[in-house]
C-alpha cells in the first residue's frame, strides 16, 4: 500500500465525511488506508497526485487532482470495496450527490488535499495547491468537507457555492476558483 494512503488516512481520520461513512473509530482506521490507497491509484494514470516530504523525505502531504475533462475510473475496485463493505450504498450516493455539483464547464478538480496530523499547519499542503494552481489556467472547483476548513481554500481564493447536504449526514461545501 502505498505512503500517501497513509498520510490521508491520518489526515482525514475525523474527516465529517468519513466519519459518516465509517461511523465506528476502529472500522474507520482499518477501511481508510484501503479507501485512499484505491482513490490514489484512480489518479495515478492522469499523473495528478502530487506529495510533499518533510525535512527528512517523509510524505507528509498528499492532494489528488483530476484534470479538465478527466473523471477518474475506479482503481482497486477490491480494495475500495473491502474499504466500504456495507457502507457501499452510503458512499455511492454521497458520491454522486458531490458529483452532480461539479461545473459543467471544463476544471481542475481538486478531489483530496491532507496532511499528517503531527505536520499540520506547516505549509505543505498550502505548497501543494500553490504550484497546482499557478500552473493552471482553468478554474479549479473542490468539495470542502468541513466549515473548519473553507479558511484554507479560501485564501487561495476559492468562493463557497453553497451547501450540500449529503443524504442524512453532513453538509458539504462545493467551492470554485474562477480565472
Known amino acids: 500500500m502505498q505512503t500517501g494512503a497513509f498520510v490521508l488516512a491520518a489526515a482525514f481520520a475525523e474527516d465529517p465525511l468519513m466519519t459518516y461513512f465509517w461511523p465506528r473509530p476502529a472500522m474507520r482506521e482499518h477501511a481508510l488506508p484501503l479507501f485512499w490507497d484505491s482513490r490514489i491509484a484512480s489518479r495515478a494514470d492522469t499523473g495528478m497526485v502530487d506529495s510533499a516530504c518533510d525535512e527528512d523525505g517523509k510524505i507528509v502531504s498528499v492532494a489528488l487532482w483530476e484534470p479538465a475533462g478527466i473523471v477518474s475510473s475506479i482503481a482497486k475496485p477490491f480494495s475500495l470495496f473491502r474499504a466500504l463493505k456495507g457502507h457501499l450504498p452510503r458512499a455511492l450516493a454521497a458520491s454522486r450527490q458531490m458529483e452532480d455539483v461539479r461545473p459543467d464547464t471544463p476544471h481542475l478538480y481538486l ?6 496530523p503531527d505536520s499540520q499547519r506547516q505549509g505543505f499542503a498550502s505548497s501543494l495547491l500553490e504550484q ?39 453538509v458539504v461545501y462545493p467551492m470554485l476558483l474562477s480565472r
Open 132 to 170: 497546482r494552481l499557478a500552473s493552471s489556467v482553468e478554474p479549479c472547483f473542490v468539495v470542502c468537507n468541513s466549515r473548519a476548513a473553507l479558511p484554507f481554500y479560501q485564501r487561495f481564493g476559492f468562493v463557497q457555492q453553497g451547501e450540500l447536504t449529503i443524504d442524512h449526514g453532513p
Open 111 to 116: 478531489a483530496a488535499v491532507g496532511t499528517r
